[in-house]
């Protein structure tokens, strides 16, 4: 049975930085593209990140370009997203989840998700 597994989330100052954790059980997330997504409440759910299952490539939305980071750590089979100089804007709920192909993220179709972890952002 897959599994993915969200972690890290909290509560954070503005500017104040959290490192998200993906961890995968039943399946190499290696072997898969692993995207982040967020949705804000009464917003529609939005791609915030992902990384190549075929080489290094990291994509990035416009709004977190410059703040977050995305890796890979296969030995954890985990994927983590390193998000700094949080704002008010980023507080959602993140998710992630996998796919076949990069495209997946961009226009949807990604196989596996977890349940999603909150991130408020208050001072």
């Known amino acids: 049975q897959v599994q993915l597994v969200e972690s890290g989330g909290g509560l954070v100052q503005p500017g104040g930085s959290l490192i998200l954790s993906c961890t995968a059980s039943?399946?190499?997330?290696?072997?898969?593209?692993v995207g982040w997504f967020r949705q804000a409440p009464g917003k529609e759910r939005e791609g915030v990140s992902c990384?190549?299952?075929?080489?290094?490539?990291?994509y990035y939305a416009a709004f977190v370009q410059g703040r977050f980071i995305i890796s890979r750590d296969n030995a954890k089979n985990t994927v983590y997203l390193q998000m700094n100089d949080l704002k008010p804007e980023d507080t959602a709920v993140y998710y992630c989840a996998t796919a076949s192909k990069i495209s997946a993220w961009y226009y949807g179709g990604m196989d596996y998700w977890g349940k999603g972890t909150l991130i408020t952002v208050s001072s």
């Open positions: 990384i190549s299952n075929r080489d290094t490539s990291t």
């Open positions: 039943g399946l190499t997330l290696d072997r898969y593209v």
